[in-house]
């Protein structure tokens, strides 16, 4: 059994008994009922995938996947594939959205290159990024597969094997991405996965497109769906037809986390087309998914709604990088600290009347 | 001319140069157009509040008013009085809420006496809270007025008061209740300075009212309103007749940290009543204000849309004593990080191409 498979396979659902010792908690502490909603809600999901009422989240990890894509020849985005480049450098010197963000959220931020189309083994060998790079971009997926099925499974076992490297120090990861050219395949996997044909309502501006350019930007990526016809069943065969490194990396994190018990927290668009690549392969680990932000991009929505998640927050940011990881990840403190520090109505000596 | 008519006449409209600057600033850095959203107009806001594009945050302070209410005697919520002076204790303990959730923020906590319904005073002389009691609760407002026109003005300037006393330690401000029965008064003021004569839609279950304790409950403040007929153009009587001494504590707050050009994180339901009167008694005071979640109580979003503001968060909580703005207080420290350490275009040497 390989490494994806294996991991599937430790991918478990939540833990009630967590989950009802937390709630039991909460309706002892002093406030009125749920009176701090989702926090709350948060609270018992979290007990739930850390199988620990404590809510251990203090150690953050936002793993950055970086990958270039072919379909930027089609003329999808304004901006050209060497930006990928000169970002990744941007977050090695700390200067980025995501290092700022990351800083304010008490996170790490590790940056992996999964398929960036430059050498970028200058940054490997000065220990400032991880090499998991599958090859020098994808191939341009409206004139075939972005990349083989082996690339595919390869992109997903990266993933999974960088969850795995990280985890001894890692509570709570967090996912972000940077790819010039990355929300057309984001695009099309949610039209695939949502079983229509017109991505049209889900292509969006991604990091400036020109308006008048939208039409031909779904045109594209409809012949890329229509001469690929992805298997909607098979998360393996959607990500190799139509998807992207990073892409792959961040579906295959997010398993080798719910493998883990770990929560991870799922930025926005890009990574939630990621998010539903790892839901394909298991549904089970949607269990382990925190929905970061609602993206300004307009498919943001129908990818919640596949993954049956709300997100946290709705700030109306189209960044990546983890920027709306990082921002959410202070609810996640704020649950731990609620469980672990307000008092009982019992230790207060506050009376329940009208509370119960 | 006494502190308040001295206060309002202070308080000025925010600076466009500062705002102008800090859009500039924002266009140079290493992200696609606005890509980080309403953090950066939360940024361009508090650049035009505190005249400084360095978005000065680092002090918080939540200023926990509290006070009782007359109009619990009419049955309109399940819990006595008697808990407001048990959380009061509780807060000077540590152990509730709003403890909790500012530790996270990094926000220290300053419970006030507004109108306690009980002899606090050995909490004030052990410096735990201080002392700006007007009364003893209100009087039940569906039989008269809640006070006089001139404890309504004391309620007021103490809050002025409250907010010139912490000023020299503070860069933002907090909004924070605690008073068994304020939902009761906010539905009232919701009401009236909408015009209305129905508090019905804005009427909702509290601290855990009853379901079909609600029409009653809505009956009451009704009753309240026709009884008292407050004045919408005059904020002293509408808080006069209809509020409470900690929603005026919660409008001189406001009034007051405006005065002295200070960023006021509004928590929810009832912080946004007093926001509210502080609207109507300096409608330029709205300027430095941020409303920082979209409260459970069904009235919040009228009182958000009478200010013209959009709530920052949206978790379902109802919880008051100022969660919510602590909670949202880390995107106050997000924008700051960002206008401060994130770097250029031209620092990083990412190309522009695509971009402008």
Redesign the interface.
Known sequence: MGLLEDTIAKINPLDKDAMAQAVAHINS?????W?????LDLAVELAGMTRDITLPVARKEIVLMAGDHGIVAEGV????S??TT??V??FT?????I???A??AGAHVTVVDMGVASDLSELVRAGLILDHKVAYGTKNFAQGAAMSREDAIRALEYGIATALELADSVDVFGTGEMGIGNTSPSSAIVTVLAGETDPAPYVGR???LAVERLAHKAAVIRRGIELNRPDKNDGIDVLAKVGGFEIGGIAGLILGAASLHKPVVVDGFISSAGALIAAVLSPTARDYMILAHGS?EPGHMKMAELLGKKP????????GEG?GAA?SM??L??AS??MN???TFE?????T???K
Request: with cysteine; aromatic share 2%; glycine share 14%.
């Open positions: 502490l002093t406030m009125p009922p009176a701090l909603g989702r926090i985005c304004p901006q050209p060497a930006i000169q970002m450098y941007n010197q700390g200067g980025a959205g290092n700022v963000l800083t304010v991604g990091a400036g300004a946290m927050l709705d700030l109306s940011m189209r960044l920027t921002l202070n609810l403190d704020a600290a609620i520090k307000m008092a230790s207060a000596g506050v009376e009347e009208g509370l």
